[in-house]
């Protein structure tokens, strides 16, 4: 069967029209690099949201229903406690820090340069900051959360908080993952 010129044009033209949007749907817009979305980096961060939820969840979770004065084991112990095990095993790495600037414990303090240019990013009111590493084997995301108060019981151990405004980063959630 023979198609007409203007139809195949026309044809020719749909399909060009249907494969750029796709591609900027795929992407999302106002991102660089149209039709080149870096699908490994995409997966990568929607694990980082995904743990995100689960670890915040748990931390307020365990505080509601087992911390009941200051004598009780803090919740953020058992996160870092957490998180060790989970590095232990080569899943990924986290890291509880304080954005305050009065640490519950000296370890959990901003220490790389990741860390630190975070710390300043969630200072200002940022909810989230990431970047990608190249190291010698692979490609990996740093990423950092922020942490409000979310609980009055964060207070028992955490006196200062109380001067915390609504919203405001008194901790972060430090996170590196392989990009694959």
């Known amino acids: 069967m023979r198609v007409p010129g203007g139809i195949r044009t026309f044809g020719a033209v749909l ?3 249907m494969v750029a949007v796709s591609c900027w749907a795929a992407e999302g817009p106002g991102q660089e690099g149209a039709g080149k979305t870096d699908r490994p980096l995409e997966r990568t961060r929607k694990t980082v949201r995904m ?4 670890y915040k969840t748990a931390v307020v979770l365990i505080t ?7 004598n009780d084991f ?4 058992a996160a870092i406690a957490l998180f060790k095990a989970i590095k232990e095993k080569n899943w ?12 519950y414990n000296d370890e959990n303090v901003a220490k790389d340069e990741f860390e630190k240019a975070a710390l300043q990013k969630l200072k200002s009111g940022e909810t989230y900051f990431d970047r990608v590493e190249n190291r010698n084997d692979g490609r990996y995301l740093r990423a950092a959360t922020a942490i409000p108060v979310v609980l009055e019981k964060c207070t028992l151990c955490h006196e200062h908080y109380k001067q915390a405004k609504p919203g405001q980063a008194i901790g972060m959630l430090s996170y590196t993952l392989k990009i694959e």
């Open 92 to 103: 990924h790495e986290v890291k509880l820090l304080d954005v305050s600037g009065e640490p």
């Open 15 to 17: 399909a060009g029209w």
């Open 74 to 77: 803090p919740a953020g112990s």
């Open 64 to 70: 509601d229903k087992y911390v009941q004065d200051e």
């Open 51 to 54: 743990l995100d939820d689960v």
